[in-house]
């Protein structure tokens, strides 16, 4: 195989060819490796939704959903659309985008995640508090900006430069 080395900025990098590949789809033995594990999600999930689907038919409230489940109900608080993780869930950006999507008081439907597939209910939404000090606020993102223009003043400078920095060669 070919093996080529390459000097970036304070780094070198060893580039080597592993596989050549005809252009175009490529056959499934070469990628059933890489899809597997998607696929096998993918239909985990399809079973997991026709389960919960069926246990949300006839259901009144979540509780009633998770005794047909044997799974317990585990409320959650202070979801924050930006910021969509759920605690034991992790990152789920589907399910928080349809929890503020949905409205208080009705089950939602089976969605799948990222981890797995989820049923809700929302009992409310409560609005942020107001900024008390925006003074403050402001004056921390004009130092943050003034500090990132600086930075990027410098590299600028920097691009421009005919200057070879070669201590990555002798340190």
Do not use: C, H
Not at 64 to 74: D, F, G, I, S
Not at 133 to 158: D, P
């Amino acid at each position: 195989m070919l093996d080529q080395v390459y000097q970036m900025d304070n780094s070198f990098v060893v580039a080597r060819v592993t596989d050549i590949r005809p252009k175009g789809t490529l056959p499934l033995d070469a990628v059933k490796k890489d899809i597997e594990p998607m696929v096998r999600n993918l239909v985990k999930a399809k079973m997991l939704k026709e389960k919960v689907d069926k246990a949300l038919q006839g259901a009144a409230n979540i509780d009633q959903v998770a005794q047909k489940l044997a799974k317990p109900a585990t409320p959650v608080q202070n979801i924050v659309f930006s910021n969509p993780i759920i605690p034991g869930g992790g990152q789920e950006n589907k399910v928080v985008g349809a929890v503020f999507g949905s409205q208080p008081g009705k089950l939602s439907k089976a969605i799948d995640g990222e981890r797995g597939v989820y049923a809700f209910s929302v009992d409310g939404f409560t609005n942020p508090a107001p900024l008390a000090n925006t003074y403050k606020q402001k004056e921390i993102m004009m130092q943050a900006t003034a500090q990132r223009s600086l930075g990027a003043a410098f590299q600028a400078l920097q691009d421009k430069s005919d200057i070879k920095d070669n201590r990555v060669k002798f340190y």
